[in-house]
């Protein structure tokens, strides 16, 4: 099976897919945790309604989600259907973004200007979804709070005043900024201004 990868620097890039097993976990519901049979549990999560500015986020195990893209293509197939395309808000050059509990100001010092967060539009034949991409070196803590956060699943009231979830209110609002900007300069509209978070 081939995937086409489109980007907003590279037209098209073709992806070779292997068939992938998939075995059932007792993640809650929301979450995606699954394998192929050499690698590791694909880390994502998927919003119960998609077609919102964001409808879920995938925390990537390394730098290369090329290298991962073929085991997220079967974690996401019951929710879309076959995968049929994708589509990336970045180019090869950019720089990823560094997600921590900082506050924006405080990481912007540390980190340098921020870099847009990472999105993808995978289309299925049957449901479309927008994904944020979470760097692999994002503390666990923090990462998880964004899956849940991004793809609307509960979170207890007692983590709403931690710094990770605080953290992810933020990532996610400027993911879902960024998403609805991303949505206006595919459709040939003028985006609203710059990204915040």
């Known amino acids: 099976m081939q995937l086409s990868l489109r980007t907003d620097t590279f037209r098209t890039r073709v992806v070779s897919m292997q068939p992938a ?5 007792a993640e809650p519901k929301g979450l995606m945790n699954t394998s192929r049979r050499t690698a590791s549990p ?10 919102g500015e964001l409808d879920g986020a995938w925390w990537l195990r390394s730098a290369s989600m090329a290298r991962e893209l073929p085991d997220l293509v079967p974690a996401v197939r019951a929710a879309l259907g076959d995968v049929v395309d994708i589509d990336i808000n970045w180019s090869a050059k950019s720089t990823a973004p560094v997600l921590s509990t900082m506050s924006v100001e405080m990481a912007a010092k540390v980190h340098g200007s921020a870099a847009r967060h990472r999105l993808m539009l995978v289309t299925g034949s049957t449901a479309n979804a ?3 991409l979470v760097p692999s070196g994002t503390p666990s803590a923090l990462a998880l709070m964004v899956l849940r956060y991004a793809a609307k699943l ?3 009231p007692v983590d709403h005043s931690t710094p990770e979830y605080l953290a992810a209110q933020r990532v996610v609002r400027a993911a879902r900024a960024e998403s609805l ?12 201004g ?3 978070g």
């Open 21 to 25: 097993v998939i075995r059932p976990t």
């Open 42 to 51: 694909v880390r994502v999560s998927m919003a119960a309604t998609l077609g």
């Open 130 to 132: 927008r994904i944020l």
């Open 154 to 156: 509960p979170i207890s």
């Open 181 to 192: 900007r991303w949505s206006e300069t595919r459709d040939g509209r003028t985006p609203a």
């Open 194 to 196: 710059p990204a915040v």
